[in-house]
């Protein structure tokens, strides 16, 4: 499979990301955010599908290409936030829509929740809320997290002889992948190392968060957004079915499409790509 588009990388204030960049120059302004622990290539089937678009799809700092965060930083949400909004800074973008994949349609509803005067739509797959905790359990979370970061210096990320066996692992992970869809990540996501081959991301990004919001809290953030929103909800993914989120996906006040497929059905292959993308097309031609 082979799609055109532009490779860049974005010089920000404070670090350096990369993108791939699709569709016309005068087209609707798309930031498109990824997963954890995929990356821009997560967009490679469904991007070129999507029609008067102008998409920057990021590799989130610490994921792709993208450069990690210095010794001592960490990955919150909202880091990532203020990374999209410097991305649309340096694009000179003040109006922009979001099209945001799992942890990158988490940050997509934070951003538009704290300012939504500067997003336009939200384009949303499988993913809405992030994991919250209650208050109370708190102290307890954060030093957990303390003591995972005390023991990175001692973690070492897994190396696997072959490309083969990395796409196999990547197959099988949290959210399963098919092959395809694998492949594409490994594409993008791979560096040869001595032994075989290990994945580019930060690895502290495995480690627990020392803090989370509250279920009030998260909710907030979804009752706080103005602009049109659409979600894509996987029939074999990860909302659908979950206890935590089926009161809140029947309390939405926006659109929602239940489509065949997995967390990755916008990735795992065509057809997947195509009927999401004939959602968000009507989506974003809507006045």
């Known amino acids: 499979m082979s799609h055109i588009f532009e490779e860049v990388r974005l010089s920000l204030p404070h ?29 490679a089937r469904l991007a070129p599908k999507l029609q008067g678009l102008r998409i920057v799809a990021l590799d989130f700092a610490g994921h792709g290409h993208s450069q990690h965060r210095p010794a001592g930083a960490s990955y919150t949400l909202w880091d990532y936030a203020l990374d999209v ?106 560096m040869p190392v001595p032994g075989g081959y290990t994945w580019r991301t930060d690895s502290r990004l495995t480690l627990p968060s020392p803090l989370r919001l509250t279920e009030a809290q998260a909710l907030a953030f979804v009752r706080r957004l103005q602009g049109p929103v659409s979600l894509v909800l996987a029939e074999q993914g990860l909302l659908l079915g979950n206890a935590r989120f089926s009161p809140v996906l029947d309390e939405l006040p926006f659109a929602m499409q239940t489509l065949a497929g997995g967390h990755h059905l916008h990735l795992d292959d065509d057809a997947g790509a195509q009927s999401v993308a004939d959602c968000f097309n009507r989506f974003f031609r809507a006045p």
């Open 15 to 43: 670090t350096e990301l990369a993108a791939h960049v699709y569709g016309p120059q005068d087209g609707k302004p798309v930031i498109a955010l990824h997963g954890w622990l995929d990356n821009a290539a997560s967009f």
């Open 85 to 190: 909004l410097q991305v649309a800074e340096q694009f000179g973008w003040q109006r922009f829509s979001l099209l945001g994949h799992s942890m990158g349609a988490i940050v997509a509803v934070l951003l538009a929740g704290a300012l939504p005067e500067r997003i336009e739509r939200l384009a949303l797959i499988d993913g809405l809320l992030p994991f919250t905790g209650e208050a109370a359990t708190a102290p307890e979370k954060l030093g957990e997290a303390l003591k995972a970061q005390l023991a990175l210096a001692g973690k070492r990320k897994p190396v696997y002889v072959s490309v083969e066996r990395a796409i196999q692992a990547r197959m099988h992970g949290v959210a399963a992948l098919t092959r395809e869809g694998a492949e594409l990540l490994a594409q993008r996501g791979l």
